[in-house]
């Protein structure tokens, strides 16, 4: 029996974070309900498939109802309130490693060009874009960028680690900064180091000319093992989605989809 693309524990965690949809004016055929139009998203996000394939037997309606409810969601915030709510899942069970983070960027082929595309100088200029990525110790993706594949690694550093959402423990504050950050050679910049100096964390950052990379890959692997989950999301191997927000959504529910994973479900 095939498995369910859409877990019922996954979907009590998602269902109080969407609008209901809204009836057509004048009667008309009834809005997809919801989860009808998360399976399709979720069915795209996992196999790669083109949104006019989607499968008329899964009751998704059209691809672009899927997409359209897709976009709405990122532009309400859904996918970061879901992935908040499950880092603080994951954080309440004591499984996010505050000691230490890691983070890097890794280069995926862009077919279709549009927004936040650039040639990429490591695929013979071929139009690519940028998944920005930072993980705890554990490898839990805490949050991702996209970014043109010819901008460099570092110039998105501080809107990375910025963008780690506050993890509520308790009654105490919302955390966001680990003790530590690993980053290669691609972030020795003073302003790297200063960033997470005014932040309140110690940086690890490889110092070019100066140290091997085998030595900093002691920490910094998870970060590489996270992308190579990502890779588990056909839709992220390769860009066909013009617009950058649409792709960072997509980036976004595969980050909650993981952290899912994470709790063991």
């Known amino acids: 029996m095939a498995r369910e693309i859409l877990p019922s524990e996954l979907w009590e965690r998602i269902a109080p974070?969407?609008?209901?949809?809204?009836?057509?004016?004048?009667?008309?055929?009834?809005?997809?309900?919801?989860p009808n139009a998360l399976?399709?998203?979720?069915?795209?996000?996992?196999?790669?498939?083109?949104?006019?394939?989607?499968?008329?037997?899964?009751?998704?309606?059209?691809?672009?109802?899927?997409?359209?409810?897709?976009?709405?969601?990122?532009?309400?915030?859904?996918?970061?309130?879901?992935h908040r709510i499950l880092l603080e899942e994951l954080n309440d069970a004591g499984r996010i490693d505050w000691e230490r983070g890691a983070l890097d960027a890794s280069s995926i082929r862009a077919k279709r060009g549009g927004q936040a595309i650039g040639p990429n100088p490591t695929d013979r200029g071929k139009n690519g874009t940028k998944h920005h990525l930072i993980t705890d110790a554990n490898g839990i993706p805490m949050a991702v960028l996209v970014g043109p594949a010819n901008q460099h690694d570092s110039v998105p550093f501080e809107k990375l680690i910025d963008a780690v959402p506050g993890i509520r423990h308790g009654r105490g504050r919302p955390r966001r900064r680990f003790r530590k950050l690993h980053a290669d050679k691609a972030y020795d910049f003073r302003r790297c180091r200063v960033a997470c100096k005014v932040r309140g964390m110690l940086s690890r950052i490889a110092r070019r000319g100066v140290e091997t990379a085998e030595k900093l890959g002691k920490h910094r692997w998870v970060v590489e093992r996270t992308f190579a989950w990502f890779k588990h999301f056909r839709r992220l191997m390769v860009r066909y989605e013009r617009r950058a927000d649409i792709h960072l959504a997509f980036l976004k529910v595969a980050a909650s989809l993981i952290c899912f994973s994470a709790l063991g479900w």
């Open 17 to 34: 974070l969407l609008p209901p949809p809204v009836p057509k004016p004048k009667g008309g055929r009834p809005p997809v309900p919801n």
């Open 39 to 82: 399976r399709g998203i979720l069915f795209v996000l996992k196999t790669g498939i083109r949104w006019a394939d989607l499968p008329k037997e899964m009751g998704c309606g059209s691809g672009m109802t899927c997409w359209r409810r897709l976009q709405e969601w990122h532009d309400l915030g859904v996918w970061d309130d879901l």
